[in-house]
């Protein structure tokens, strides 16, 4: 096995030990289902902290230094974060009006979120992406950690009972994560798009607060899938915009960036 594959090997590997450590350790400290709703809000997510702190030391032992913890380059591709940033806005006009939790509830929220935030992006687009990329040419790497990402949503079916609805959960978590490992290719940096999800995910339940307690009837995933089809579906296609071309794409294996390169000296 050559050193790419071995290391694309061992990153699946320790992607599968953090997923276990995500869902395993919150299984076990719950009786019974639970929405994800109240995972969020009522106590610290203390498997997706175990989790991240799994990801820390096994990127660190492993001397994996090229995951993207460095700033944008160029600094003008941050511009490619309207299309979320514009849909955070719209949501979170939205949360303020729907809204129903206390400040308390918030702050946990805002923890549990950051922590998603930053776990799955350096397990998806961090580890799996920085060993998938070396690999594999660009569109089996791409859709292969954007499909892992998306798949291992199901398992929350697991926590909530709701296996329709978790379905529906990973469709949608495979568009947006198209998105986002667009936008990290295109800022060659991990950071940006960790900030994205965690707020993202903190706006989403924030806007989920106000919605009814009550267990969802067992044709609500056609509504759900409906909704976020067209919630999810403009980023996936913007996803895919941005890495249309070998031209934009320049750089993608190594995060490098040459200003003075012809295909990387502008924004396109």
């Given amino acids: 096995m050559t050193a790419p594959f071995a290391r694309l090997a061992l990153a699946l590997l320790?992607?599968?030990?953090?997923?276990?450590?995500?869902?395993?350790?919150?299984?076990?400290v719950q009786s019974s289902t639970i929405s994800l709703q109240e995972l969020i809000t009522r106590g610290l997510a203390w498997g997706v902290a175990a989790a991240a702190l799994f990801l820390v030391a096994a990127t660190w032992l492993a001397g994996w230094r090229d995951l993207g913890f460095r700033k944008p380059r160029p600094m003008s591709s941050l511009r490619l974060l309207w299309l979320p940033v514009l849909y955070l806005l719209a949501l979170g006009a939205t949360g303020a009006l729907a809204g129903r939790l206390g400040m308390s509830a918030i702050i946990m929220v805002a923890i549990n979120t950051a922590l998603v935030g930053f776990s799955e992006e350096l397990a998806f687009r961090g580890v799996l992406w920085g060993a998938a990329r070396k690999a594999l040419s660009f569109w089996?790497?791409?859709?292969?950690?954007?499909?892992?990402?998306?798949?291992?949503?199901?398992?929350?079916?697991l926590i909530t009972g709701e296996l329709s609805g978790a379905?529906?959960?990973?469709?949608?978590?495979?568009?947006?994560?198209?998105?986002?490992?667009?936008?990290?290719?295109?800022?060659?940096?991990?950071?940006?798009?960790?900030?994205?999800?965690?707020?993202?995910?903190?706006?989403?339940?924030?806007?989920?607060?106000g919605a009814d307690p009550a267990p969802a009837p067992p044709d609500a995933w056609m509504s759900q899938l409906m909704f976020g089809?067209?919630?999810?579906?403009?980023?996936?296609?913007?996803?895919?915009?941005?890495?249309?071309?070998?031209?934009v794409r320049a750089g993608w294996r190594d995060d490098s960036y040459d200003p003075t390169h012809p295909k990387q000296g502008e924004m396109r």
């Fill in 14 to 28: 320790v992607v599968a030990i953090w997923a276990a450590i995500t869902l395993g350790s919150t299984m076990l």
């Fill in 140 to 157: 089996p790497g791409f859709l292969l950690v954007s499909a892992a990402f998306g798949s291992v949503h199901i398992f929350n079916a």
């Fill in 167 to 209: 379905g529906v959960q990973a469709l949608n978590a495979f568009m947006s994560g198209c998105a986002y490992l667009a936008i990290r290719i295109r800022t060659r940096s991990i950071i940006p798009i960790m900030i994205i999800h965690a707020t993202w995910d903190f706006v989403v339940f924030l806007t989920g607060s």
């Fill in 229 to 247: 089809l067209m919630l999810t579906g403009p980023l996936f296609l913007y996803g895919l915009w941005l890495v249309r071309n070998e031209q």
